[in-house]
């Protein structure tokens, strides 16, 4: 018969006992939280033996890694269970007190979890025109039927999957890497432990129900912003997209959001016939500017105009404009959709694979890094520095450095680096012309000059340090969007490298190549071309669907739509852990430079 725990088990000491070996004991109940674990058989031999001295039962099978906050709670709750069974003389519920933490853990990762898939699903829902309109939905006018062979339906295809018709209710992954460990390269997780979350986004398309008119829609398309590669290649396939759903009233804006108020600027009608061929050209058929009025003057434009969805074709600024449009548009309980493309040469929106002129960018700045190459190659001593755009991001940079295969160094705001001094940029290119006889270095155009505030970034879950240094004296001025007007890191470089080999007694040839405006002002590649004709036809098939407030775009190779609001938080960057960047950083062979 089992013995009384009171006098055999006397009350123990207040702290948690160390994980060791076990004092002897006559007995302990099989009763209680010790037998949710253990057979009963289990419990009376060890009952009536002393515990062995390798007890199985009392080693932990691993440890859990813990988030500061779930530790605590978990030590709490492993201290009141085991002091508790201390002094009942049950040392089984010590056994209970370690699986109760593994439990707690796995409650509250994943609990966790839920409440990030929770705020996830909230923060990407789309907003739409029915969140302030009673509208019910009509059966869509877009149709391919037209260009369709009447076959099909003897083979007993439906009409559906001949018009490619996409069913509300489907998403995509925005991200499919499973990252087992935060210190995986680019590795991106929501808590310690890197738990599996899926992030579903809305996958772009037409939908089979709409909540338009066609031939009630006046629609209006207007580019904002810097040029880009590709700006008359979205507006065709918007106004291609918007006759197929049988809109007649179709205009642009003439230069950005400046042609909704600058008195003498009238809008443009667009058809078919007239934007046919604007494609074949660089540039934007409707031109563009950086800047504008108020929202509230703009919006009342829009208003007189009787304008019933407003296409916009820009970057972040642009973005930000047209998401503050939106809100005024829901304020005033308008039935306008508000829909974005996403232009920048930079890439430097977040959650996007990448914009629409990047790729023809990056082509561009390749053959001027070509150039360079074969400058520095045929001269004595030469030194080939080519400055490439990226206001604050160095993308353009390392894609064209990757490509090319040719950069020696690749300086992008992302990645702190001195040139003078040891470990600096300038004794480098001295060890290149003494191994080499020549080098290119590749230089975004805000490398060594925006400070990178320490702060946790939503785009890679790390925390940016402050840049090491700020080569360059800021002015402090700024353009019409806003944007900090940058110093001329490339003419600075160009100037730095040759007095230092003059200073050293070196010779040294340099050649100083900047394409700046000749990497956007081209036509779009066949890349770049596919991407304005997929996302133009979605920004459609968005507004029909009665969106608002989002842009089109491509994640993890697919086409979805994105809330304004979640990709206007900040620039993306290149991130510094990324495989991408370690792969740049394989193929120029440079070191660190600080």
């Not at 001269?379 to 160095?394: C, D, F, N, T």
């Amino acid at each position: 018969m089992c013995c009384s725990p009171a006098s055999l088990c006397p009350p123990g000491p207040t702290t948690t006992p160390p994980l060791r070996r076990p004092p002897r004991a006559r007995c302990v109940e099989g009763r209680g939280a010790a037998s949710e674990y253990h057979s009963a058989a289990t419990t009376r031999s060890l009952c009536s033996t002393p515990f062995p001295h390798r007890s199985p039962v009392l080693r932990p099978r691993r440890r859990i890694p813990a988030s500061p906050s779930s530790a605590r709670v978990a030590a709490a709750l492993v201290h009141t269970a085991s002091v508790a069974a201390f002094n009942k003389g049950s040392n089984f519920i010590r056994l209970f007190s370690f699986k109760c933490q593994r439990v707690h853990l796995q409650e509250n990762k994943k609990a966790c979890s839920t409440k990030f898939q929770e705020d996830w699903d909230k923060r990407f829902n789309l907003p739409r025109i029915t969140d302030i309109y009673d509208l019910k939905p009509r059966p869509t006018t877009f149709s391919l039927k037209k260009n369709r062979s009447p076959a099909g339906d003897e083979n007993g295809t439906p009409m559906d999957k001949w018009n490619g018709y996409v069913n509300s209710d489907d998403r995509a992954l925005l991200k499919v890497i499973k990252y087992s460990s935060p210190n995986s390269a680019g590795a991106e997780c929501i808590d310690p432990d890197c738990s599996w979350v899926e992030q579903w986004v809305h996958r772009a398309g037409p939908r089979k129900e709409i909540y338009y008119e066609p031939e009630e829609v006046k629609a209006a398309i207007v580019t904002c912003g810097g040029l880009c590669p590709g700006l008359n290649d979205v507006i065709r396939q918007i106004v291609f997209t918007l006759e197929t759903y049988g809109v007649k009233n179709i205009v642009g804006i003439p230069f950005g959001y400046r042609g909704f108020f600058e008195k003498g600027l009238k809008e443009m009608p667009l058809s078919r016939h007239l934007v046919e061929n604007i494609n074949l050209a660089g540039g934007s058929f409707l031109g563009v500017s950086r800047g504008g009025a108020k929202t509230s003057e703009i919006v009342d434009s829009i208003q007189a105009r009787r304008i019933d969805m407003l296409f916009v074709l820009g970057g972040n600024g642009t973005h930000a404009g047209a998401n503050a449009i939106h809100e005024e548009c829901r304020k005033r309980k308008l039935k306008v959709s508000v829909v974005a493309v996403p232009k920048t040469i930079d890439n430097d929106i977040l959650l996007m694979d990448k914009t629409f002129g990047f790729d023809t960018a990056v082509e561009e700045a390749q053959r001027a890094i070509n150039s360079a190459y074969i400058e520095a190659r045929s001269a004595y001593h030469g030194i080939g520095l080519v400055k490439l755009m990226g206001r604050s991001s160095g993308f353009i940079a390392m894609h064209a450095s990757l490509s090319s295969g040719q950069v020696d160094v690749c300086l992008i705001p992302e990645v702190p680096f001195t040139l003078d001094g040891e470990y600096g940029v300038l004794r480098h290119l001295e060890h290149l012309l003494k191994t080499k006889g020549f080098c290119v270095v590749c230089v975004a155009e805000a490398a060594g000059q925006i400070q990178l505030e320490a702060r946790e970034s939503r785009a890679y879950d790390l925390v940016i340090l402050r840049s090491l240094q700020e080569l360059l004296q800021k002015s402090g001025a700024t353009d019409a969007s806003g944007n900090v007007i940058l110093s001329d890191i490339g003419v600075h470089m160009q100037q730095k490298i040759k007095m230092h080999f003059k200073d050293i007694g070196v010779p040294a040839d340099v050649k100083y190549i900047d394409p700046t405006y000749m990497v956007r002002a081209c036509r779009a590649n066949a890349s770049d071309a596919i991407l304005c004709t997929v996302l133009g036809q979605n920004a459609v098939h968005g507004a029909f669907a009665g969106f608002s407030g989002i842009t089109s775009c491509i994640c993890n190779t697919h086409y979805v739509y994105l809330p304004i609001t979640e990709v206007i938080t900040a620039p993306k960057r290149v991130n510094p852990n990324s495989r991408m960047w370690h792969r740049c950083l394989t193929s120029t062979g440079q070191p660190d430079f600080h």
